[in-house]
């Protein structure tokens, strides 16, 4: 069977159609992946001490020296802090005198009671997967250890009865 003289033609233009619909789509794709990629390549800021993170609360709003916030001045400082870290990826990269090496909640960890004069505890929560099982079983209480990884929570509460501020950071890489 022939096909008509038209036939080819018609066939070259959806042909052509296909192409430039391809064609925009790809250039619709890289107008808009580089404005993409810099917030996923964005660098995240390093903590290296806590007097850091005090800093993104406004000094009206920390705890004079020794007096606890209460309930409602916890809430406030707190979503301070939780906007701050939503609003800037951070890495935490301390080093620490370990307290404890405890399996809280399932989970492996490792405790601080971070020395401070600001009158209350802060105390450092660093997770990790069971695989480090053998390298935490090799730390001691006493330990100068530095540690690295996510900052994944900064917040005041109520902790053992004490106020505090607690930082915890998972996954955490542990060197001494």
């Known amino acids: ?93 301390m080093r620490l005198v370990v307290s404890d090496v405890p399996i809280w909640g399932g989970k492996l960890q490792i405790y601080s009671e971070i020395p401070n004069r600001e009158g209350y505890h802060i105390r450092f929560f660093g997770g990790f997967p069971d695989t480090k099982k053998p390298e935490l079983a090799k730390v001691k209480i006493g330990d100068k250890v530095r540690v690295t990884g996510k900052l994944q929570i900064v917040n005041y509460h109520t902790l053992w009865n004490e106020f505090t501020l607690s930082i915890v950071v998972d996954p955490t890489e542990l060197a001494k």
């Open 1 to 93: 069977m022939k096909l008509p003289a038209t036939m080819p033609h018609c066939s070259r233009i959806w042909c052509l159609a296909l192409l430039l619909l391809v064609s925009s789509a790809v250039q619709a794709f890289a107008q808009t992946a580089p404005a993409a990629a810099p917030a996923k390549l964005a660098k995240a800021k390093v903590i290296s001490n806590y007097r850091e993170l005090l800093e993104w609360v406004p000094k009206d709003s920390m705890p004079r020296k020794g007096v606890p916030l209460t309930q409602v001045q916890m809430d406030a400082v707190n979503e301070i802090l939780a906007k701050k870290l939503k609003a800037e990826p951070c890495t935490v990269d």
